[in-house]
T-cell receptor
Framework: ETGVTQSPTHLIKTRGQQVTLRCSSQ?????VSWYQQALGQGPQFIFQ???????GRGNFPPRFSGLQFPNYSSELNVNALELDDSALYLC???????????????FGPGTRLTVL | QKEVEQDPGPLSVPEGAIVSLNCTYS??????FMWYRQYSRKGPELLMY??SSGNKEDGRFTAQVDKSSKYISLFIRDSQPSDSATYLC???????????WGAGTKLIIKP
């Protein structure tokens, strides 16, 4: 069974640029969630995609957008990068979009984004 | 004030000691409580989950939830150097899937 993979591992961008991060979900999972984890902080929920539709969004501006593809892989796009966007971006996949115990999210290793 | 508070540490203990990690929270609507372990340069890994109040044991790990005090704990018995990691608590209301996370406690187990 293949776990959650993310690419690239590291990325350096300058302020104002745009970035696309990619995530391949675990086999059999149809839900992908994206999180931003600043240094020394817990992850912050960005949004979730379930069967190619956005299924919930955290307190992030519209310049954070995403896609989920028919194979349930996903992209996170960030436009007009700001210095505060520097963080570890985590993708997590799960079998369902419902809450509760048993609906474990499996995390990828993350993409570390640095904005200069 | 953050919804979930967690001491960032670091917490350093000798090998074999019992470790106690804690989180407090302010929202009484939280129903599901989880502990994740995160090694350096890795994504979080689910260790324990609990629904509502009570205790749950899994090997060397015990999770406790006290909803009346809005306080959750993770105990690690017979700690090992391989337990050295950042431990994050997370919880949600049950009505949606958004997890609210603590900042994480860095744990160091000294051989």
């Amino acid at each position: 069974e293949t776990g959650v993979t993310q690419s690239p591992t590291h990325l350096i961008k300058t302020r104002g640029q745009q970035v696309t991060l990619r995530c391949s979900s675990q086999s059999g999972h149809n839900t992908v969630s994206w999180y931003q984890q600043a240094l020394g902080q817990g992850p912050q929920f960005i949004f979730q995609y379930y069967r190619e539709e956005e299924n919930g969004r955290g307190n992030f501006p519209p310049r954070f957008s995403g896609l989920q593809f028919p194979n349930y892989s996903s992209e996170l796009n960030v436009n007009a990068l700001e210095l505060d966007d520097s963080a570890l971006y985590l993708c997590a996949s799960s079998q369902t979009a419902t809450s509760g115990v048993g609906d474990e999210q499996f995390f990828g290793p993350g993409t570390r984004l640095t904005v200069l | 004030q953050k919804e979930v508070e967690q001491d960032p540490g670091p917490l350093s203990v000798p090998e074999g000691a019992i470790v106690s990690l804690n989180c407090t929270y302010s929202n009484s609507a939280f129903q599901y409580f989880m502990w994740y372990r995160q090694y350096s340069r890795k994504g979080p890994e689910l260790l324990m989950y609990t629904y509502s109040s009570g205790n749950k044991e899994d090997g060397r790990f015990t999770a406790q939830v006290d909803k009346s005090s809005k306080y959750i704990s993770l105990f690690i018995r017979d700690s090992q150097p391989s337990d050295s990691a950042t431990y994050l608590c997370a919880m949600n209301r049950g009505s949606n899937y958004q997890l609210i996370w603590g900042a994480g406690t860095k744990l160091i187990i000294k051989p």
